[in-house]
């Protein structure tokens, strides 16, 4: 069974954060969702068309997820091609999607430590949330609440998430990245 994670920190202080994209979108899955805690995860299993999946929300804090995502994958027996990482992005236009089958972290704390326990032959999902303001700390800024205009600017990459996951899972991640890549206006 495949296995979707998605980044941010944990605690209702950092809902509705920039940095907490990946939970909200996996919350988008399913909102019947029974999540429970496994190690250091909390952890369901959601059912897209033919696909049932694990999906995981690491505890850990966003730049030490690698752990919680490493010991998902041992328990489980699933290889990285098998493990998908939803992450923010602020290189990319809030509600820009980026699908990629592997690669870097690109300066994702989140991402470079799971790398660094499984190495980079995963597929992760980008979810962009805007560059950081000149004169503004990075840190500040995606673990700040976004405003209203950034939230709708969002709602398409909401809305299409089950559909992305359902096609990347069941017949590619190269398909959904020509299907559903795209930077916002």
């Known amino acids: 069974m495949p296995l979707l994670v998605g980044l941010g920190n944990p605690g209702s202080k950092y809902d509705e954060t920039r940095h907490n994209v ?13 999540w429970k805690v496994w190690g250091k995860s909390l952890l369901c299993k959601v059912t897209l068309g033919p696909i049932v999946l694990h999906v995981a929300k690491p505890q850990t804090f966003m730049n030490l ?23 923010d992005d602020v290189t990319l236009p809030v509600g820009s999607i980026r699908i990629r089958p592997h690669g870097g972290h690109g300066g994702h704390n989140g991402l470079r430590d799971i790398i660094e326990k499984i190495g980079e032959q995963f597929p992760r999902i980008r979810i962009g949330v805007g560059l950081c303001p000149p004169n503004r700390d990075l840190s500040g800024f995606v673990l700040g609440k976004m405003d209203a205009l950034e939230k709708a600017a969002l709602k398409p990459a909401f809305t299409g998430f089950r559909d992305l996951v ?15 890549n795209h930077t916002s206006l």
């Open 22 to 34: 990946g939970f909200a979108l996996l919350d988008s899955l399913d909102k019947n969702s029974d």
């Open 65 to 87: 997820s690698g752990g919680a995502v490493q010991a998902l994958m041992t328990f489980y027996k699933i290889p990285p091609s098998e493990m998908v990482v939803v992450a």
């Open 166 to 180: 359902e096609i990347g899972f069941a017949k590619g991640w190269d398909l959904a990245a020509s299907r559903f």
